[in-house]
């Protein structure tokens, strides 16, 4: 299954918007968790009225934007690398008189700061995540030929200062849009930088966030999926003052017209509340798929890496979900090699994957990261086990995923048509399970939900017929 859940892989560029002749351009490269598209399209539209369009060549842009991921050693690593072929450009510019300005947004942002301006010449910017809202002014102070850093974590609500997308921007956008509406964690599990890179949880007041999925699926979005670092853990100020859960938000978002579909992602086991479990049953919009990270299989090491749930709980919360919605699509995060991670340790996982069975999921070799607890333990796995234990977890996890999608040949599942396929007449779009589908059709579909009868499976996607 291509998972709608997106990890630290560069994400596809931000859709162009056209370009007047004196007009500023951006180009925004994000990587890490889908936060940080949601992020990109924001400073997009800050920026809008300033004069920039966007571009998806560094090449043409007169201001770059490298929003960071620092989840993992690899993640941040790649900002230096990124750097310097900016650098190239920035000089080739700079030959034909035109100036670029390059900016460091994002998780690397936040955990770095000021280092950033002291390791590299290029960079002029450095801005956090919650400051987005500033750029302009930042901007301004940048073309006085000062170099600026802004990792403030304001008391206020960012997205409050954020101006909503022009419609002709949402509509580049597609019928499926990310909308944030919980930022941060306070849960602090010793491997992560989450707490530290975007601070502590807040959540965005309902009314907000509800006008933000209106304007959305007036301009044609279809399907909204919820975002947050600990989603389920949302408690945002409810109509009538006092605070309001995951759940009830999902009920007044399925009153938006034209908003077919709802998702939510990352959510957290210990906030995985009865309620929101029924919603699943009760919430017809409400899409059967789920991400759940568990990271292991072992109580001892979720103990150490202070999950504050054991493995039996988290089967529980699953029987619960299956009974809810016995067709989800159950999606979780692994972690392989934590400090101290035995080969028993590591059987654990492998077989709570078995006895589970995933839909699909992300497995990655433990990073130790700067300032994080875990970073300093004395009994870090050698590279090798790592590698041993995530290549023998990958294999279980691709044979499930197979099994997965195997289920849904010969059924008729409505799919979200979101845009054109490589080939002619083919169209591209989500079946509720978040897989993607291609089938016959013409441009006219999209944003439409058709039925589509699946026939063939693909490595990374299922192929269908849609008879009208
Ligand atoms: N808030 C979410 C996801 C956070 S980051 C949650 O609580 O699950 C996404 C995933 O990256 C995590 O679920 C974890 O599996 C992985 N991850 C985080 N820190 C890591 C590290 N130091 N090394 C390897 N993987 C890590
Ligand atoms: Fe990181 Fe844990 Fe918070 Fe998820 S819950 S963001 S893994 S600290
Ligand atoms: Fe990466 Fe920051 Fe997201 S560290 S995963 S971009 S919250």
Not at 24 to 53: H, T, W
Not at 145 to 154: A, G, S
Not at 174 to 190: R, V
Request: with cysteine; charged share 20%; glycine share 6%.
């Amino acid at each position: 299954m291509d998972s709608a859940h997106f990890k630290t892989s560069p994400q596809t560029p931000l859709p162009v918007v056209a370009t007047g002749e004196n007009k500023r351009r951006v180009f925004i490269k994000s990587f890490g968790c889908q936060m940080n598209v949601y992020d990109a399209d924001r400073m997009a539209d800050v920026l809008a009225p300033e004069g920039y369009d966007t571009t998806n060549t560094p090449e043409s842009a007169d201001l770059i934007i490298l929003n960071t991921c620092n989840i993992r050693e690899k993640a941040a690593e790649k900002v230096y690398s990124e750097l310097g072929r900016l650098r190239e450009i920035k000089l080739d510019r700079a030959k034909s008189g035109k100036e670029t300005l390059v900016a460091v947004a994002g998780c690397v942002a936040q955990a770095e700061g000021a280092g950033l301006l002291r390791n590299t010449k290029t960079v002029d910017l450095v801005v956090g995540s919650q400051s987005y809202h500033k750029l302009p002014e930042l901007l301004a102070k940048v073309r006085t030929k000062q170099r600026v850093v802004d990792t403030e974590f304001p008391t206020g609500d960012k997205f409050a200062s954020l101006p909503m997308a022009a419609r002709e921007r949402v509509q580049a956008r597609g019928a499926s849009a990310f909308l944030t509406i919980q930022e941060g964690c306070d849960k602090f599990c010793t491997f992560c930088v989450v707490p530290y890179t975007r601070g502590a949880e807040i959540s965005r007041p309902v009314a907000k966030i509800v006008e933000e999925a209106t304007h959305l699926a007036s301009a044609g979005v279809r399907e909204v999926s919820l975002l947050g670092q600990n989603v389920n853990a949302y408690h945002g100020q409810g109509p009538n003052g006092g605070s309001a859960t995951l759940t009830q938000l999902l009920y007044a978002l399925a009153d938006v017209p034209h908003l077919e579909r709802l998702r939510y992602t990352t959510s957290h086991p210990n906030d995985m509340s009865d309620e929101l479990i029924e919603a699943h049953k009760y919430l017809p919009k409400l899409m059967p798929s789920l991400h759940l990270p568990v990271q292991s299989g072992s109580n001892r090491i979720l103990k150490a890496m202070n999950r504050k749930h054991t493995h039996e709980e988290y089967r529980c919360i699953i029987d619960k979900v299956r009974q809810a919605r016995p067709d989800i699509a159950l999606t979780s995060d692994f972690i392989v090699g934590y400090p101290g991670e035995t080969d028993a340790e590591f059987e654990d996982t492998v077989k709570l994957v078995h006895d589970i069975e995933f839909a699909a999921a992300y497995s990655f070799k433990y990073s130790p990261r700067p300032g994080t607890p875990a970073a300093d333990h004395k009994t870090q796995i050698s590279e090798a086990v790592m590698q041993e234990r995530l290549l023998h977890l990958q294999s279980l996890l691709r044979q499930q995923q197979i099994a997965f999608n195997q289920q849904t040949i010969g059924r008729t599942v409505n799919v979200l048509v979101e845009k054109q396929g490589r080939m002619d007449g083919q169209m591209g779009g989500r079946s509720p399970y978040a897989q993607a589908v291609h089938f016959n059709g013409n441009i006219s579909m999209i944003g439409t939900i058709v039925p589509v009868t699946i026939t063939t499976l693909m490595p990374n996607s299922l192929t269908g017929l849609y008879t009208p």
